[in-house]
């Protein structure tokens, strides 16, 4: 079988368009090298003099490895690195864990691999028992549900580009930010934050005031719910030892003391400062987070 021969005006094209290849070119050399500690990547903290990233997410997982493992790497200290945008990272989300094996390991599978790493999983989770391990998961969805709703109300809103009304493919809604089902919340009444631009804007200031208004309630109530369960206790429920409940609770405490919020409608500090004992606990867990990263530059692991 003969190839079909190429017809001569396109050998002339060619010829006039000829084809160069040229080698790659490699990354820089910092890039390219492993890890020398494990580096955790995270979006920048507030402040380059601190370590502690300004997203809640992040910060939860520093204060996971910070507090809920430093006995078992016998106090390994980890490296950061903020110097890569949230869309490089793997599932275009940070955290990652870079390990000096080379492995990058995504949020979702940093604890999976922890325990792993550790061996055998403490009893009940490191809680004080079966019924405390039932109850971490309760405040939890208050947590990541009530809380996290109310901080996101209060950050400062984005710029406001009428084009993001054409270009976005799924409005956010409040009902996002809400884990299913959402604790105490009516979830199917709440309003889209990106609105339609055919609703009357009058009506719909008033249905927002409402329903932040009736977050920032509840928002409240969980505040002093965990101010009374937490009490004078070293850990939270208890325990013995932090716990990723503890890890949890901490970024949002941290992120609400520390990250600028609207104050038009109501301070969420206010509220976590009204328990002395919530702020107590958070600035000597902040401490012993601190303690747990290279105070190092981000590009500099």
């Not at 956010?172 to 919340?185: K, N, Q, V």
């Not at 009444?189 to 009506?203: A, I, M, Q, Y």
Request: glycine share 4%; hydrophobic share 40%.
């Amino acid at each position: 079988m003969s190839w079909p021969t190429v017809p001569s005006p396109f050998l002339k094209l060619f010829e006039t368009f000829p084809l160069h290849t040229y080698p790659a070119i490699p990354p820089p050399s910092h890039l390219r090298c492993t890890p020398s500690v494990p580096t955790l990547w995270i979006h920048p903290p507030p402040e380059a003099s601190d370590c502690l990233s300004a997203d809640v997410e992040c910060l939860k997982w520093q204060a996971y490895l910070a507090l809920t493992h430093a006995a078992a790497r016998q106090q390994q200290r980890i490296a950061l690195r903020w110097d890569i945008p949230a869309e490089g990272a793997l599932e275009g989300r940070l955290p990652n864990l870079h390990l000096p094996s080379g492995d990058l390991i995504p949020a979702h599978n940093i604890a999976a691999f922890e325990d792993g790493a550790l061996g055998e999983e403490p009893e009940n989770e490191g809680y004080r028992g079966p019924q405390e391990k039932d109850e971490s998961r309760a405040w939890v969805e208050l947590l990541e549900g009530v809380v996290h709703a109310a901080l996101i109300l209060a950050s400062p809103p984005k710029a406001f580009s009428p084009i993001s009304l054409l270009s976005s493919p799924a409005p956010d809604t409040i009902d996002a930010l809400l884990p299913t089902p959402a604790p105490s919340i009516a979830s199917a009444s709440l309003l889209p934050l990106t609105l339609p631009l055919h609703l009357p804007l009058p009506w719909v200031s008033k249905k927002m005031d409402r329903q932040r208004d009736s977050v920032f309630t509840q928002y409240a109530v969980a505040v002093h719910a965990l101010s009374e369960r937490l009490g004078t206790d070293v850990w939270f429920l208890g325990s013995d030892a932090p716990t990723p409940l503890d890890a949890l609770l901490f970024a949002y405490l941290h992120c609400i003391l520390t990250s600028p919020l609207d104050k038009s409608k109501r301070d969420l500090r206010e509220e976590i400062t009204r328990h002395v004992n919530l702020v107590a606990w958070e600035w000597r867990v902040r401490g012993l987070v601190r303690k747990g990263f290279v105070p190092d530059q981000a590009g500099k692991a």
